[in-house]
């Protein structure tokens, strides 16, 4: 099948491509590159997928909807999976302008384009951090999730409701995952993981929110690739679905496994929790299991452990 992958360069996306790849699919990657964080980095992550000829790279934006479109008409994808985005929370307080450009603008573009060009399934990523800090825990897709805590969230979840649009106005088959803070090889330098391996190695200050009490529910990145292909498999008509761990980790718990990983001590400073962050995430993926047969099965001490592998040998 010939898959469409955006944002195909990043940490899912590319572990998205592999797994295409791997199974035999036509990949069109789209990824303009941009320098969020090392662009030399995201061409690392596409190593191994260079050297297929299944794989179809565009180094393209998109914002951009002429080139989209011109993408769409050579390549005519089957099936779309849309990861490229502006990520980050915090970074969105100091660009919100530029969230809203990539990420509701250019979701829309493609929206547009795979109705018109007929794809058969959007699969689109958006995130737990729409939940905000609901009291309703586990977080449940039918949670109204209408307080978002920063601008990246409001426009996750406006891109959720597009989708429906294009699934109401024209029988677009889309599916909008949830993920729930993902890590392992190949993990985003801004992501906690990434931070405070990187700190505690070279023996720096970690900044710990609130002495360590909140709780993130951490997802292995194999997990994750699991559901979604499950979910571009599935062809669901419209739904939303969670994709976390379901078993939230308390930060302090978190810093001690990569403490242990690392043989050394963090150095902690513990500012309050900023406005953007909520105390908890926690996924109920009832819902996945039902309908995709996700089952994440990671640890995070296992997870953890084939990150830091990674992160000596690639990223340090
Ligand atoms: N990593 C997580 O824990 C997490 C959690 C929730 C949701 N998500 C979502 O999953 C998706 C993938 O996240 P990730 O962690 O792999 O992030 P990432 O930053 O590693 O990947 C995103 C990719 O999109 C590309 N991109 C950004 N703007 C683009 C544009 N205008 N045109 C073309 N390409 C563009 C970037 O260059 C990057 O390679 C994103 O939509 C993100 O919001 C990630």
Redesign the pocket.
Known sequence: MRIMV??????????TVDALLARGDEVVC?????D??S?RR?RE?LTVAQTSSSFHLYE?????FQEMDRIFSIEKPQKVI???????VRNSVKFPLLYE???VR?TLNLLELASRHGVRNFV??????VYGASKEIPFKEDNAAMKPLAP?PAT?RSCELLAHVYHHLYGLHCTA???????GP???P??TPYLFTQAISLGREITLYDDGRPQRDF?FIED?IGGVLATLDADLQYEIINLGNSQPVVMRDFVTIIEDLLSRQAEIVSPPLPATEPPLTYADISKARRLLGYNPTASVEEGMRRFIDWYQQEAA
């Open positions: 955006t944002g195909g360069a990043g940490f899912i996306g590319s572990h789209i990824d303009d590159f941009n969020y964080y662009p995201k992550n393209s934006d998109i914002r951009d849309h990861l490229a985005a502006m990520a980050g450009e990539v990420n250019g689109l990523a958006s995130t737990s951090s990246y996750k995952l949830r993920f729930f803070t993902v890590y190949r993990g985003r801004d992501m997802t994750i």
